[in-house]
């Protein structure tokens, strides 16, 4: 079989999500992974619900798969970064994160999306990690009660520094109804164990998977040759469990050359599994 791929719309965000949708199709991608945004369909903005149609009737024509990434730095918080998250200690702001989410997993159904991939936050001092996981718990019971009411895939995403760091923290939470979605490049940062060994372990449970570089223990998002990752490998795991969702390329800050980074990370991923075939 072979692997498809999808890149990250926090990559292009000097394109209008048009122009970004265009350049990602025409470079040989079968997906984009597409990250919300206030500049790419604000799920608040007024004109949402006419964006989004458009968006789908544009997937639809560039016969790309989507997967709906919530990882946004301001668009819920002018002032504070990634804020307010599910393990905010005000009630209001984590409604107002579960609200963004369930945006998303509108967004997820009329694209017919694969997943929705969303982390847990980082508790702020003086919330206790009791308290911050009992918020955490609540929160996504609500967002997986959503998502099957849609009938789309919610994937949480353990990051390095928030709450739920790795994958075997994300399987510890025990709630039916929700998938990973399993950074390949997180789990060089955390060291919980090599990613080709995390793909197998946790395939049964994977609603999305992203890839780039990344060194060992530094949690920055490389273009692929930079780090320490074996790609090979992976797209090799990813191969021989079957997975047969898009793999979503996340270069966040590369946005400034995206009209090279599309293509070039295409090109690196498809010789990387030309070499892992052979």
Known sequence: MSLRFAYNTNGTANHRLDDALGLIADSGY???????????????????????KALSARLRALNLGCVVETGA??????????????????????????????????????????????????????????????WLCEGIEQVVRTAQRLGVTAALEPEPGMLIETADEYRDLGIAGLRLALDTGHCLVTGERDPADSIRMFSAELGTVAIEDMKRGVHVHLPFGEGDMDVPAILLALQDIGYDRLVCVELSRDSHR???????????LRQAMAHAEA
């Open 258 to 268: 995206a009209d090279v980074m599309v293509p070039a990370a295409l090109a690196y």
């Open 30 to 52: 079968d997906g984009v992974a597409l990250t919300l945004d206030i500049h790419h369909l604000d799920p608040f903005a007024a004109e949402f619900r006419t964006s989004l």
């Open 73 to 134: 730095r301001f668009l819920l918080d002018p002032r504070a970064k990634h804020e307010p998250t599910l393990v905010t200690a005000d009630a209001e702001g984590r409604a107002r994160r579960i609200g963004f989410l369930e945006h998303a997993l509108q967004v997820t159904a009329e694209t017919a999306g694969e997943a929705m991939s969303f982390w847990a936050g980082v508790p702020k001092p003086g919330v206790g990690r009791a308290q911050a996981r009992a």
